[in-house]
């Protein structure tokens, strides 16, 4: 029997993506000013961005970026254990450190390899590692790259998670979720599985990627909102290039922790450390994060007037308090067909289908940002207004499934 051609077989499986109409396709954005992106002959008005805080083309991060660049050069030119640890990368080593509330703090290149180096270098066969459903794929891949049992509880299950990690009580346990899930905008009951880690013995780790700088007094995150320290939550992960308006992750808790990951976290061993340079201005957009706290007041002011809106509506919006707000539209074309007509209309919202939503959760994913304005706000409320949603998906009463 002929060996199978692996080419062959990714061209036949992204023939079966194309047919049903679930292809992924890049888009090349020329230009980007604020909320506004240029892309062919089109200036289109986002709803797509991961930029919350509207700090990505801030003029003191860009002076910071390009003043660093001037002195430092581009790239660091090697993995931090070699001659790649520049004063910009322990500077802000240390002050996302401070403002998480953690002992240290370890800088990876992404959020994707920051999950896959904590976890591979904690877990072993044997091992259990138990998440949400809807955790970012990531979270999922780093538990099989640490060899461990992986199992899955129902979204924000806490019971669920609990007969899992008494399934095995005498394994070494990790419980990961999310901390704001990046398709549905809610936030994980993090007090309650804190406690539940507690009791179990078990480690937690959470991914706050789409919770720092939006969540918190100070903007610390979803466990700065609840009130979660690092004895609670030891593992601690976050992303630089959301709210921050960078590039980058770090891991933040214990000095153990930190330690153990510069021994055994193979993709920060064997991955040239971020630019210096990138480094400065992610420093920047901490310090404005903290201090600039219009920034979070505006946000949550938008995605009050959204929702509010979205309900007169009767739009089936998720139930989510964050800068997140899907619109729950079932099938995958039919969201595909909203977003297009958004386009049309001169706005940018992405039409998230299966496979990153499971099969009917197809929607539009529409993200607010501090960029924005209250008019942005309406102009998107009234052209979801002419969308024809079947009857069946709007929400009687103004109530928010």
């Not at 030119?77 to 509330?101: D, M, N, P, Q, V």
Request: net charge neutral; proline share 5%; charged share 20%.
């Amino acid at each position: 029997m002929p060996r199978p051609d692996l080419l062959e077989r990714l061209a036949v499986q992204t023939a079966e993506r194309e047919r049903a109409r679930l292809r992924r396709r890049l888009r090349t954005i020329d230009h980007a000013d604020g909320p506004w992106l240029e892309t062919g002959s089109q200036r289109l008005l986002a709803f797509c961005s991961n930029d919350y805080l509207g700090l990505a083309q801030h003029p003191q991060l860009v002076a910071a970026l390009t003043r660093a660049a001037r002195e430092e050069g581009v790239g660091s030119s090697s993995a931090h254990l070699i001659c790649g640890h520049r004063s910009a990368h322990a500077e802000l080593e240390e002050a996302l450190a401070a403002w998480t509330g953690r002992e240290r703090a370890l800088l990876f290149s992404t959020g994707y390899m920051a999950n896959l180096g904590v976890l591979q270098a904690l877990l072993a066969r044997g091992d259990v590692c138990v998440q949400d459903k809807l955790n970012h794929a990531c979270l999922l891949d780093g538990a099989r790259l640490g060899g461990a049992e992986l199992k899955r509880y129902p979204h924000a299950d806490v019971a669920a998670a609990a007969r899992q990690l008494a399934a095995n009580p005498g394994a070494a346990a990790l419980l990961a979720t999310d901390g704001v899930f990046s398709m549905d905008g809610d936030v994980a009951p993090l007090r309650a599985l804190a406690q539940l880690c507690a009791l179990e013995r078990a480690t937690l780790m959470v991914d706050d990627a789409h919770g720092l700088g939006v969540l918190g007094d100070d903007g610390a995150g979803s466990l700065s909102a609840a009130k979660l320290g690092q004895h609670e939550v030891p593992l601690l992960m976050a992303t630089l290039g959301k709210a921050l308006g960078c590039s980058g992750a770090f891991v933040a808790g214990p000095a153990a922790l930190i330690h153990g990951l510069v021994q055994f976290a193979r993709p920060y061993i064997y991955t040239t450390a971020m630019p210096p340079a990138l480094a400065a201005a992610a420093l920047e957009a901490v310090r404005l994060a903290q201090s600039e706290t219009w920034r979070r007041d505006k946000l949550s002011v938008l995605i009050g007037r959204f929702r509010r809106g979205a309900a007169e509506l009767g739009l089936p919006l998720a139930a989510s308090p964050s800068a997140i707000q899907p619109l729950l539209l079932g099938g995958a074309d039919a969201a595909l067909g909203a977003a297009q007509a958004l386009e049309r209309q001169g706005l940018l919202v992405t039409a998230i289908r299966p496979p990153t939503v499971p099969a009917g959760q197809a929607r539009l994913r529409i993200t607010l940002s501090a960029a924005h304005e209250e008019i942005h706000v309406d102009r998107l409320l009234g052209a979801l207004e002419t969308l024809h949603l079947p009857a069946a998906l709007r929400v009687p009463g103004g109530d928010h499934v």
